[in-house]
């Protein structure tokens, strides 16, 4: 069965500066991965998908991720991070035709 | 745009009523989800549906039932509510997926259950 790792549960970064979410993932077969935000009291919102080719995959609000097969990771990455990106963050993969979500890593952003 | 809706936002339940969380998706798509979400678990799926009357359990389906006779609506049911219940639960819907394929999931804003 798939699963997916978030190794991070909070990260706090200042206004300005880059930010890189980490996500592993366990499935035999090639992934498909996303990335969905959660921002307070809502519901998720798709950042970005990765299903095959360029291994760089861009996505909304600035967000890029990267897919290192070798590596079995899908980090998440922002050059400049905005106090509205504070929210939290699940790294998911599909298998089995259902999607299974990693613990979630909340992002605080200080000013 | 599509639009999930979930029919409360906040509920609060005594152990042992029936509770009955309604989701209505507006795009036609024929798959739908409930997760519940817990801190440090994430999602998990309860329950979904790829078609009227059809259901399939998810990886934890144990206290709750689902209901679709419509095809932009889909109801968990928790028989008799626990503390154990006490969680967030969301509503998600998809277009159908070819084998091989998959196809994103939109989600509701959620509904926070609290059992007392």
């Known amino acids: 069965a798939q699963s997916v790792t978030q190794p991070d549960i909070h990260i706090t970064v200042s206004e300005g500066a880059s930010l890189e979410l980490r996500c592993n993932y366990s499935?035999?077969?090639?992934?498909?991965l996303f990335w969905y935000v959660q921002s307070p009291g809502q519901g998720l919102q798709l950042l970005l998908k990765?299903?095959?080719?360029?291994?760089l995959v861009q996505g909304i609000k600035g967000f890029e991720a990267e897919f290192k097969r070798s590596q079995s990771s899908f980090n998440l990455r922002k050059p400049s991070v905005h106090w509205s990106d504070a929210a939290e963050y699940f790294c998911?993969?599909?298998?089995?035709?259902?999607?299974?979500f990693g613990a979630g890593t909340t992002v605080t952003v200080r000013a | 745009d599509v639009k999930v809706t979930q029919s409360s936002r906040y509920l609060v339940k005594r152990t042992g009523e029936k509770v009955f969380l309604e989701c209505v998706q507006d795009?036609?798509?024929?798959?739908m989800f409930w997760y519940r979400q817990d801190p440090g678990l994430g999602l998990r799926l309860i329950y979904f549906?790829?078609?009227?009357?059809?259901?399939e359990k998810g990886d934890i389906p144990e206290g709750y039932s689902v209901s679709r006779e419509k095809k932009e609506r889909f109801s968990l049911i928790l028989e008799s509510a626990s503390t154990n219940q006490t969680s967030m639960y969301l509503c998600?819907?998809?277009?159908?997926?070819?084998?091989?394929?998959?196809?994103?999931?939109?989600f509701g804003p959620g509904t926070r259950l609290t059992v007392l």
């Open positions: 499935y035999g077969a090639t992934p498909y």
């Open positions: 990765y299903f095959s080719g360029d291994t």
């Open positions: 795009m036609d798509h024929e798959n």
């Open positions: 998911a993969v599909v298998g089995d035709y259902k999607l299974s």
């Open positions: 998600a819907s998809s277009f159908s997926s070819g084998r091989g394929t998959y196809n994103e999931q939109f």
């Open positions: 549906s790829y078609d009227v009357k059809m259901k």
